[in-house]
């Protein structure tokens, strides 16, 4: 059973800084690629990043520049470093990761970027 749990959310003002961690468990060995999304409110599930197994990332464009991926794959935690926070950054983020037999989620950690 493939369990997601992220962490790190919370309150923070403009230009500030967060890293979010999700934390894996089960058989995710094989997985295809690993990321972050994210839900304003009244708005769609967005991209935030994505790490292929090999290490290629893409980053949504509200965030390239500011944002960084990264794995630490003895823990099996996933990481999302979070710089120059906007206000528009505010959303729920999730970690996904796919395997062969679908996409896995976690329950989700609350951004707020206000001042």
């Known amino acids: 059973q493939v369990q997601l749990v992220e962490s790190g959310g919370g309150v923070v003002q403009p230009g500030g800084s967060l890293r979010l961690s999700c934390a894996a468990s089960?058989?995710?060995?094989?997985?295809?690629?690993m990321g972050w999304y994210r839900q304003a409110p009244g708005k769609e599930r967005e991209l935030v990043a994505v790490?292929?197994?090999?290490?290629?990332?893409n980053y949504g464009e509200a965030v390239k520049g500011r944002f960084t991926v990264s794995r630490d794959n003895i823990k099996n935690t996933l990481y999302l470093q979070m710089s120059n926070l906007r206000p528009e950054d505010t959303a729920v983020y999730y970690c996904?990761?796919?395997?062969?037999?679908?996409?896995?989620w976690g329950k989700g950690t609350l951004v707020t970027v206000s001042s």
């Open positions: 996904n990761v796919r395997l062969v037999d679908g996409d896995y």
């Open positions: 790490q292929s197994r090999n290490g290629v990332t």
């Open positions: 089960g058989n995710i060995w094989r997985f295809i690629w």
